[in-house]
T-cell receptor
Framework: DVKVTQSSRYLVKRTGEKVFLECVQD?????MFWYRQDPGLGLRLIYF???????EKGDIPEGYSVSREKKERFSLILESASTNQTSMYLC???????????FGEGSRLTVL | TQLLEQSPQFLSIQEGENLTVYCNSS?????LQWYRQEPGEGPVLLVT?????EVKKLKRLTFQFGDARKDSSLHITAAQPGDTGLYLC?????????????FGKGTHLIIQP
């Protein structure tokens, strides 16, 4: 089974802090994704990556950056956290062009 | 922009009842996926439907893709408390890659014992 592991299930940060959310997958998938999920808004794509060192903006990239130095690891970075970034963050991976997403358990971030 | 509308938004029923939730769009999708998400967890893929009119069964869950590939439904027979969760549909457009996936906002389903 595909395993997607997110490093932190729950985080509480202060406004202005730098936040790293780590995601690791163990199935050698080329594609990885970061979404945020908010009540009433559903899942929104922040960034995705089709290969190592490659990144593409999703629908809501503002305020975020990403890093993919190794195939199995995709990190989401909030350079200066703000309260409107309080959300559930979901990482996912996908094999090739299958269009099937495997999600991690999520990281619930609260920014005070 | 492709949109997927899911209905109902919330549904609470008694154990043993049947239910259907819907996923509708004005756009055509090459395939459509259903996920279930339990509280505090990430979504888990249930099924993918690809062909217009396709019906897939997963135990008590029946998934159907509309003939025109614009809509889908999920029918649950004899619902159980373990079916409780957020059901998400996601449509894949003609472009490649998951950036082409459009998610609905989900149906929150609660099955009362």
């Amino acid at each position: 089974d595909v395993k997607v592991t997110q490093s932190s299930r729950y985080l509480v940060k202060r406004t202005g802090e730098k936040v790293f959310l780590e995601c690791v997958q163990d199935m050698d998938h080329e594609n990885m994704f970061w979404y945020r999920q908010d009540p009433g808004l559903g899942l929104r794509l922040i960034y995705f990556s089709y290969d190592v060192k490659m990144k593409e903006k999703g629908d809501i990239p503002e305020g975020y950056s990403v890093s993919r130095e190794k195939k199995e690891r995709f990190s989401l970075i909030l350079e200066s956290a703000s309260t409107n970034q309080t959300s559930m963050y979901l990482c996912a991976s996908m094999l090739g062009g299958t269009r099937l997403l495997f999600f991690g358990e999520g990281s619930r971030l609260t920014v005070l | 922009t492709q949109l997927l509308e899911q209905s109902p938004q919330f549904l609470s029923i008694q154990e043993g009842e049947n239910l259907t939730v819907y996923c509708n769009s004005s756009s055509v999708f090459s395939s459509l996926q259903w996920y279930r998400q339990e509280p505090g967890e990430g979504p888990v893929l249930l099924v993918t439907v690809v062909t217009g009119g396709e019906v897939k069964k997963l135990k008590r869950l029946t998934f159907q893709f509309g003939d025109a590939r614009k809509d889908s439904s999920l029918h649950i027979t004899a619902a159980q408390p373990g079916d409780t969760g957020l059901y998400l549909c996601a449509g894949a457009g003609s472009g490649g890659g998951a950036d082409g996936l459009t998610f609905g906002k989900g149906t929150h389903l609660i099955i009362q014992p």
